[in-house]
């Protein structure tokens, strides 16, 4: 695995946690 690749891995999971972190805010994830 290169160094980019890895670069591209890590943007690709954070940017994944991102959606996640904005998708709590969303009524849509409350769990009961």
């Given at each position: 695995m290169t160094?980019?690749?890895?670069?591209?891995?890590?943007?690709?999971i954070?940017?994944?946690?991102?959606?996640?972190?904005?998708?709590?805010?969303?009524?849509?994830?409350?769990?009961?």
């Amino acid at each position: 695995m290169t160094l980019t690749d890895e670069v591209l891995r890590l943007k690709q999971i954070s940017g994944l946690t991102e959606l996640f972190q904005e998708e709590n805010f969303s009524p849509a994830w409350t769990v009961r």
